[in-house]
């Protein structure tokens, strides 16, 4: 088992997934994950399958964890 948090990204023939996985004993643990579609929604106009679409999918799979994160953390203070 790994210690690291690990992405996986799969590109398809219209789309692209990113997703942020936790190893764990029982199996992995999605943290976070994006899909092309979104981009859509944000305004994006090129091909969902292109490098830059790729790029901005996974940037977009990071905000989502680091937001997750922070929600998560923002529990465990006390202030």
Known sequence: MGRRD????????ENTLV???KPELLGDKV?????????LKKGWKGSRKSIPAAYLTGYLA???AL????QWCSSLCWY
């Open 62 to 64: 990071g905000k989502k």
């Open 6 to 13: 690990f992405i996986t990204v799969q590109i398809s023939n």
């Open 31 to 39: 943290l976070s994950s994006a899909h092309s579609r979104s981009l």
């Open 67 to 70: 937001a997750n994160w922070c």
């Open 19 to 21: 997703q942020i996985h």
